[in-house]
């Protein structure tokens, strides 16, 4: 059944530390659910307007898709973090937010890329108290081999420069197949490529984390891999995917498509997917 979906409003967040985030949230009369989604390094909660105005309609959402900070809208700088666990403390105070408003509905979590690390890192703390998750493409390890010699310099950028970026500015052409989406990339003055050396090694210490703590992992999981992606190693999801205790766990492979099933050629399919996956648990809920 599809409903109503009033325009997101611009909404403020705040976390346990003293930031205002900023985040877009989308809402229905009558709500079914909650889903919150986490974005990737370098993207923003616009990003997923596209789809939250899929989503939303088709499964009677509310929807939140918050800035983390040092992205798009939000507060800070740019690749930059204090601490790594900063971003999941900033997806928890999302989802704390959407129960302030709405405290009686199940809630989910829907992650790509390192937003899916995020989400995946969150649902292993108990407290968190999540009704189940999604994952696109989650950066449980990169697809392609650094060499001693950058990560000797990021070693040392850790110890002595923490505060200092490079640029990890990847092609769209490795992103996603749609010409339209990779322009969209290209162009938009809210995405950014830089990063730090502890937002470097916490990504890739993350995954690591995932791939020992999998057999922990107890929430309904929809995991989604690009059959091409070549920014993440599908492999190591696959491990995790396999290692989680979860009795209710999905895994939706689509052969064709790179990093970004969400922004690909075909990704009406990806969202029927995750109708299908998200109307019985809603019901269950």
Known sequence: MMTTQSPPRDVAIATPDGLTLRGWHWTRPNPRGVLVISHGFGEHGGCYRHVAEALGPALELDILSPDLRGHGRSPGRRGVVGRYEDLISDLRAAVDWTRQDQPSLPTFLLGHSNGGQLALRLALDPDAALDGVIVSNPSIKLATHVARLKLLIGRLLLRFAP???????????????????????????????????????????????????????????????GGRDQVIDPEPSRLVFERIASADKTLRIYPEMLHE???????????????????PRLDQS
Do not use: C, Y
């Open 261 to 279: 099933p969400l922004n690909e050629i075909g990704r009406e399919q990806v969202f029927a997917d995750i109708v299908a996956w998200l109307n």
């Open 163 to 225: 505060s200092v970026t490079l640029g990890a500015k990847l092609n769209a052409a490795i992103l996603t197949s749609d010409p339209a989406m990779r322009r969209e990339h290209e162009t938009d003055p809210l995405r950014h490529s830089r990063i730090s050396a502890p937002l470097f090694f916490g990504m890739v210490e993350g995954g690591q984390l995932l791939i020992d703590r999998a057999a922990e992992f107890q929430v309904p999981l929809l995991m989604m891999l």
